[in-house]
T-cell receptor, first 112, second 114 residues
Framework: QKEVEQDPGPLSVPEGAIVSLNCTYS??????FMWYRQYSRKGPELLMY????GNKEDGRFTAQVDKSSKYISLFIRDSQPSDSATYLC????????????FGQGTRLTINP | SAVISQKPSRDICQRGTSLTIQCQVD?????MFWYRQQPGQSLTLIAT?????????ESGFVIDKFPISRPNLTFSTLTVSNMSPEDSSIYLC???????????FGNGTRLTVT
């Protein structure tokens, strides 16, 4: 069993839809959770960073962590074609950890 | 955040040869790392590039196959040695600018081994 499971997709939705991306994990010791966005032929860029359980909002993006269920989500509201990318979840045991455990990534396409 | 440049951006190599990938950062960084992103797989940490000393390798990765140099606080190289088609992957340089800062990535080197 992988430490972090993420549905690779692909996921295709119409412009303006609400997108939900999810990861589950097996190690209850994970404390810090991140979402990276990776455009084609580019490196991953940090999108959201959260600590422990709860929600964090940044513009059209909301990151949600449910540690009791070992489940994290990223919601994208009013999705735009420019949101088309691969989204990777990542997590670590401590803040600023050099080693992150990544999910496989979900490939998302927003159709105009 | 730091600007990370990787060279080459892509290459096609023959099996049995070696390729050296360069990573240049526009500012001094505390830590530099090399990750591998295989098709359909998660990003996997290969090693931590230590300035002035030997790199620290993760389980499953060895110095003979992936020698790493880091001569200063802004530059590192990763060599993929004696390549086989299984080494076809994206290799990513990443950095941390401070103790609790998040990881930042370069755009990667897309390697195909034939």
């Amino acid at each position: 069993q992988k430490e972090v499971e993420q549905d690779p997709g692909p996921l295709s939705v119409p412009e303006g839809a609400i997108v939900s991306l999810n990861c589950t994990y097996s190690n209850s010791a994970f404390q810090y959770f991140m979402w990276y966005r990776q455009y084609s032929r580019k490196g991953p860029e940090l999108l959201m960073y959260t600590y422990s359980s709860g929600n964090k909002e940044d513009g059209r993006f909301t990151a949600q962590v449910d540690k009791s269920s070992k489940y994290i989500s990223l919601f994208i509201r009013d999705s735009q074609p420019s949101d088309s990318a691969t989204y990777l979840c990542a997590m670590s045991l401590i803040q600023g950890a050099q080693k992150l455990v990544f999910g496989q990534g979900t490939r998302l396409t927003i159709n105009p | 955040s730091a600007v990370i440049s990787q060279k080459p951006s892509r290459d096609i190599c023959q099996r049995g040869t070696s390729l050296t990938i360069q990573c240049q950062v526009d500012s001094q960084v505390t830590m530099m790392f090399w990750y591998r992103q295989q098709p359909g797989q998660s990003l996997t940490l290969i090693a931590t590039a230590n300035q002035g000393s030997e790199a620290t390798y993760e389980s499953g990765f060895v110095i003979d196959k992936f020698p790493i140099s880091r001569p200063n606080l802004t530059f590192s190289t990763l060599t993929v040695s004696n390549m086989s088609p299984e080494d076809s992957s994206i290799y990513l340089c990443s950095v941390k600018t401070g103790g609790n800062s998040p990881l930042h990535f370069g755009n990667g080197t897309r390697l195909t081994v034939t």
